[in-house]
């Protein structure tokens, strides 16, 4: 599965962001859609992740309450609304899939499908 990423962009702290990752193909009931995030120095760490078929939603406690996963499967998109945006909220982010598989991961190197970035700064 390819995934390409928009949305990403430069704001002031307490700005709102979307991104979004549209797929090539059918993610719905097979695949784990997750957005991770890399800061500067630091490892890719899952921030959000959804596998709507069985309505299973995570987020990271640094952005639990800010930011809101959501799948629309009829257009194999998943979207990340930001809100309430913070400087350490900064970095490159990713989208990823991997297959279900009975259960969903939160580590990087569980994912064999990713797009290409989409940078988020927050000043």
């Known amino acids: 599965v390819q995934l390409v990423e928009s949305g990403g962009g430069s704001v002031q702290a307490g700005d709102s962001l979307k991104l979004s990752c549209r797929a090539s193909?059918?993610?719905?009931?097979?695949?784990?859609m997750a957005w991770l995030r890399q800061s500067s120095g630091k490892e890719r760490d899952v921030v959000a992740l959804?596998?709507?078929?069985?309505?299973?939603?995570y987020y990271d406690d640094s952005v639990e309450g800010r930011f809101t996963i959501s799948e629309d499967n009829a257009k194999n998109n998943i979207d990340l609304q930001m809100n309430d945006l913070k400087p350490e909220d900064s970095g490159m982010y990713y989208c990823?899939?991997?297959?279900?598989?009975?259960?969903?991961?939160?580590?990087?190197?569980?994912?064999?499908?990713w797009g290409q970035g989409t940078q988020v700064t927050v000043s």
């Open positions: 990823a899939a991997h297959p279900h598989n009975n259960a969903c991961s939160l580590r990087a190197i569980d994912f064999p499908y």
């Open positions: 193909t059918s993610i719905y009931g097979t695949y784990c």
């Open positions: 959804i596998y709507s078929a069985d309505g299973s939603i």
